[in-house]
Structure formats: structure tokens, C-alpha cells
């Protein structure tokens, strides 16, 4: 069974504490790809492996941003099975036909049947963790990193001398946003990103209201924030880095999150009007994040893979549909929002009326 610093990777939270509060570790691998002469991780077409798991939040950034700035002929990637348990991800078998491309054993080592196999061959004294996204070194038989914000920053700049104009000018990070993306990203993942695994892994009811209770009120923080510009994306008419970092967990909201992680107060749907048009701008009119979203393995995933909250792998149907299309409502959001145009609508002829009143 593999351990992580002699604890079962499937105890999510430790057993002896006491807190009940999950408590999530670092990333073993921080290496960087980088451009600069002499760097010991070249840009090179080919070389890399990503390994990833439709399922996963983290790993979904990468696949993301890869599309994003046009990588796919540069770093090819693998999908891992969604299920985990004891022994960590494990490949898919040729027999199996699992939706989402490249969803296949592993095509760099084919007599590996886990991601963990990996992380030995690289280290076999290794007692972290064995995670996605995991960046490969075909070349050297390394690990770069395991750490998804440093693998999407390696991809906005590091290959741009290799890629057309087209995808070279994808700025996720431009100099001009990045102290508000950021700070956003700061309380993004502390509250939302990581703030879903901190209620749906508690293991004592004041570890999980002290989760869940930050995580809606910045929930409430993203709402009002789209609410106050009309542009699509979360800072203007280009997509950041920002949107891709808040989209992976709100796409799979509804989906497992509500449920599954009892992150239950409200739905995105029905009780964020914003956010759920922002994240269906994203779906449906974007490639990048639509074509990556895999359903199937995000909700079987969470629900047959967390044992200790779903003993028996039970997968809820709804919701249904996973996503709503570009212009549906939930009835009683669609009814809110309705109201809420024609108060403005009143207040607005009501101004006016005054306004000819006074003239």
C-alpha cells in the first residue's frame, strides 16, 4: 500500500489530528523550463510528457493553457484513468475506451501500470505524494515539476520562440494585470480553489464550517467582481490567468462539488447569475476549456475514488444537464434575473420621468 511519509495517500487527513482539517502538502518537483542558454530544461519539441487526469482541477489548468498558447504539437500528453485509490492514479488498460483523448497506458514506459511508477523510477527512496499534473523529461528521465501554477507560467512564455505569432501573442499574464491577478489568485485558491477539498475533506463538523463558510463568502467575492463590468472574461476582453485558475473548480461546482464535498449553500447555476454565465462563456465559446472538460471522469472520479465519504462509490445522476447551454437558466434564476432587469428597467424610467418632471 503506498504511503506518503508513512501515512496511506488515501487519508486525506491525517487520523491523529485532532482538528479533523485538511491540510494540503507542497510540490516535490519545482523545476522550470526555461529559454535562458544553458538551462538544464531546454525548450525542445517532443521532449516533454505531461501527465494529467481529466478529473483533476490542478491538471485541468495545464491542459487548458497548453491549448491556449497552441503547445500540442510540442507536449503531448497522457490522461490516467479516473480512478484512484491505494496505489495512487493508474493508467488506463488498452481494453478500456474512456472518454477525452489520450486516455491510454502510458506510451513513454509500457510496462508501467501507475503514475507512481513514474515517480520511483525517478526516485526510488520517493515518499510524497504521486500527482497530476506531472511534467516528464523524456530526454533525461526526470520529473521537471508537479506543480501546476509553475507548469502553466512555463507554457505562456517559455516556447514562444518555437510557436507562430498567433500563439506567441497569448498573453496570460500580462505585466499590466499581474498584480490584480495575483492578489486574486491568492485568495482564489486559498478560499475556492483549495477551500472545496478543505470542506469536502474535514472530518469534524467545525473543521468543515470553518472551510465552507470563506469558501461561499468569496464565492460571493467572484460574483460581485463579474458583476461590476460587462466584459466576458474576469478582467476585461481577454482571457488571464485568472479565469483559467477559478474556472477548473467552478465547472465541476454543480457537478461534484455541492454534493459530493457538501459545498451546499448555494449552487452556481441557480445562486451565482454571473459566475454562471461567465463560466458558460468559457464552455461553450472556447475550445480550451469546453473540449477539456471531461464530465464522466470528474464525477466518477470524486465519488468512486473518496472511499471514506462515499463508501459505496455510489455516483449521484444529476445534476442534469452537467452544464446548462449558453442561454438557460435555471427557472427560478432565470425568473430572479428577470426581476432584477425590470426593477432596473422601472428605476430607469422612473429617473427619466423625474428627470422631464424637473425639465
Known sequence: MSKENGKKITDWVDPSDSTGEFKRGGSAFREFISKKPGAEFPPEKGRYHLYVSYACPWAHRTLIVRKLKGLEEFIPYTSV?????????????PDENLPGEN????????????LRDIYFKVDPEYKGRFTVPTLYDVKQGKIVSNESS??????????DDLLPEKYKNVDLYPENLREQI????????????????KSGFATTQEAYEKAVHPLFAHLDKAEAHLASHASPYYFGDSITEADVRLYTTIIRFDAVYVQHFKCNIRDIRSGYPHLHKWLRKLYWDVEAFGSTSQFEHIKRHYTRSHRQINPFSITPVGPIPDILGPDEEVSAAGAAIRS?????GEKMDAKHLALKTDA
Open 150 to 159: 509553475d507548469i502553466i507560467r512555463m507554457f505562456y512564455t517559455e516556447f
Open 340 to 344: 432584477t432587469n425590470e426593477d432596473s
Open 81 to 93: 484513468h479516473w480512478h484512484m485509490l491505494e496505489k495512487g492514479w493508474r493508467f488506463a488498460k
Open 103 to 114: 486516455v491510454t497506458p502510458d506510451p513513454i514506459h509500457k510496462d508501467f501500470s501507475h
Open 182 to 197: 495575483d492578489e486574486t489568485n491568492g485568495w482564489t485558491y486559498d478560499n475556492i480553489n483549495n477551500g472545496v477539498y
